[in-house]
């Protein structure tokens, strides 16, 4: 939306007060976020009546998932479009027809293309590649399906030519996204039937753009997975030995009434493929606690999973009873108190093998991507090493940098300490 406004001749600024439009994207993946939306909403309409807002537009899942109902509930709004409609942005502001309709949703089909503007306002050095929307699954607590509607996959030359762009304007590290990544090119197929592409052949393509450095994979489906996927994380040199794959439970049953389709033990032979193929392989993942039935024996299993396993990166979400989910019709849905004191246990489990693991990189050199100032100190850089993915896992913080280090640089850094997810260290090539 930033590319296509860019390109409409619209000017970005920085504060809300100084804006003629702002455009809200919502989340509606569970209440709390949807509720966040609609406050922010409600915030910035003040300022039409406060400043100088001449119109206000809703995005996003919120809008795909409540559609025309939302008009009667903010009235303040001028425009809502859905998921599959972002890049109708220009011509909806730009429609100066009193009677055109408020609302703007289908089917979520759209995807977009190379051709597509885009702006990578987040970072100098380091962009999010979104590989495909929607997907196939049918996980019992997810929305994401009824949102984002069924996987549709980018063609592997429209994704080299966004990667290449991005990578002309600076971006060394591509962060590969999308709902369902092992999916990928599933649906690709060409006039004969034929596949056209996996996710090794997209990776494979990707690696051979020169200036690029760092390839990194989210969001893979345990089950599925790829050999080519396997073979590029083993072999080549610009696919980091890095792999996020939520995993969401251990216990049978859980799992079974996740509809994750896979079972503990098809997890395990699952982690063992990949840590055969790659051996010094960083995994992350996700789970939920407190699914509908989760038992303290469920919750056990999956404490001692994680034990067992050692991750390099966890994230533990509580389960939130979501409307329009089948999850949510369950019995056996657990106490808040319950859910969070899970929550707090796993991941005070997970700081402890974080902190361990950490501990033994002290006095190693490991490559990391200058990323800018520290948040808390302007004598110190920060940077992110291969094994740590951004937003999500730890940072590595630099002292006494040299002259000359720039965003966008990989450093040897010699690691001095270590906290319980960040590395601090100096700059030694
Ligand atoms: S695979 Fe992910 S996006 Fe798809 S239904 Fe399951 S949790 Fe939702």
């Known amino acids: 939306m930033v590319g296509a406004l860019q390109q409409g001749a619209y000017e970005m600024v920085d504060d809300a007060e100084s804006a003629d439009v702002i455009i809200v994207n919502t989340c509606s993946f569970i209440q709390p976020a949807t509720q966040e939306s609609i406050d922010t909403v409600l915030e910035l309409a003040k300022l039409k009546t406060s400043g100088g807002l001449k119109k206000l537009v809703v995005t996003g899942c919120m809008v795909q998932r409540y559609g025309k109902d939302l008009e009667g509930e903010l009235p303040e709004v001028d425009a809502f479009l859905g998921t599959g409609e972002y890049h109708r942005i220009v011509d909806v502001l730009r429609d100066r027809n009193e009677d055109a309709p408020k609302t703007h949703i289908d089917v979520p089909m759209y995807l977009h293309d190379e051709l597509a503007p885009r702006i990578n306002s987040w970072s100098k050095c380091s962009a999010y590649l979104k590989i495909s929307e929607g997907c196939d699954h049918r996980c ?70 020169d200036k690029l450095r760092w390839i990194r994979l989210h969001y893979a489906y345990p089950h599925g997975l790829p050999d080519s996927l396997l073979d590029v994380l083993a072999n080549e040199e ?24 896979v079972t503990r033990a098809g997890q395990e032979r699952i982690l063992e493929r990949v840590r055969k193929a790659v051996p010094d392989i960083s995994v992350r993942t996700t789970f939920i606690v407190g699914f509908p039935g989760e038992t303290d024996a469920d919750f056990r299993e999956l404490y001692n999973f994680v034990e067992a396993q050692q991750f390099e990166h966890v994230g533990v979400f509580t389960y939130f009873q979501e409307d329009g989910t089948d999850a949510a019709k369950l019995d056996g849905q657990v106490e808040d108190a319950v859910k969070k004191s899970r929550q707090k246990e796993l991941m005070r489990l997970q700081k402890r093998i974080s902190k361990k693991r950490l501990k033994g990189l002290i006095g190693t050199t490991v490559p990391v991507l200058i990323e800018g100032l520290s948040p808390e100190s302007d004598l110190l850089l920060r940077g992110r090493t291969d094994r740590q993915a951004p937003d999500v896992d730890g940072q590595v913080f630099i002292q006494n940098a040299p002259e000359g280090v720039a965003i966008g640089q990989i450093r040897d850094v010699r690691i001095a300490q270590t906290g319980d997810y960040d590395l601090v260290g100096e700059i030694v090539d």
């Open 140 to 209: 019992a607590f997810c929305i994401i399906p009824t949102l984002r509607g069924k996987l549709r996959s980018r063609t592997i030359p429209s994704l080299v030519t966004e990667a290449e762009r991005l990578v002309a304007e600076g971006v060394v590290e591509l962060n590969l996204i999308s709902q369902d990544s092992t999916a990928y090119g599933r649906d690709l197929r060409g006039v004969e039937g034929e596949r056209q592409g996996d996710l090794g052949d997209l990776m494979r393509a990707l690696a051979k753009i």
């Open 238 to 261: 610009k696919v980091v030995r890095y792999l996020d794959i939520p995993l969401q439970h251990a216990s049978g049953p859980m799992l079974k009434a996740m509809r994750r389709g």
